[in-house]
């Protein structure tokens, strides 16, 4: 028989996160992917039941990042393993209850685990932390240095890291930035 941590290593996992080196700087941030996101919220989950809630916490916690609800995001590359992101999510559209959210990654960005303060949250798959994961994203693909302070793309596109070839004035939509090839060798 083959023993196994009752509670999948994830509290074992946590107490590595760091109390010194929280900041601001992304310059030691791994290059996120889009698919790290699914993978994550759907390859965690034991039954096929939970496995669609794994859309549900995508597509709602997408919303969340875009109404920018993902706020005082910290970062944390100082483990030797591990990288850290630290959040306050707001709860959701209606309520304004904020939950305190943390993933956790390797160093080649794929997510380990995650939690939230959200009793009800599903162990880390819930959509504050996809609201998380999606800033995460964002912050990857836009290349930027720096942690923003609010977190949507749209809403501070002159904050990006790299211009675009964009000239025209008209609102750019997530789904276009994710397609922007960024040279991240070039800075
Ligand atoms: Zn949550």
Known sequence: MKVTDPDGGIH???????????????????EFQH?????YLYGGRNSKEKRRGAFKSKREGYALFKASHVLDVKFNSSHDDFCFFD???????????????????????????????????????????????YAILDFSECGLGQIP???????????????????????????????????????
């Open 12 to 30: 074992f996992h946590w107490k590595k996160t760091p109390k010194e080196g929280w900041t601001l700087s992304l310059e030691k941030a791994p």
């Open 87 to 133: 959040a306050r999510v707001k709860a959701s559209m209606t309520r304004n209850k904020m939950y305190r959210t943390k993933v956790s990654q390797n160093k080649t960005g794929e997510v380990v685990a995650a939690q939230c303060t959200y009793k009800a949250g599903g162990n880390g798959y819930c959509k504050h932390v996809g609201a998380l994961l």
């Open 35 to 39: 698919c790290f996101i699914f993978s």
């Open 149 to 187: 302070p609010n977190t949507s793309c749209t809403e501070r596109p002159q904050q990006w890291h790299k211009p675009t070839q964009r000239t025209s004035k008209v609102p750019v939509l997530f789904k276009d930035i994710l397609m922007i090839k960024h040279d991240y060798d070039a800075d």
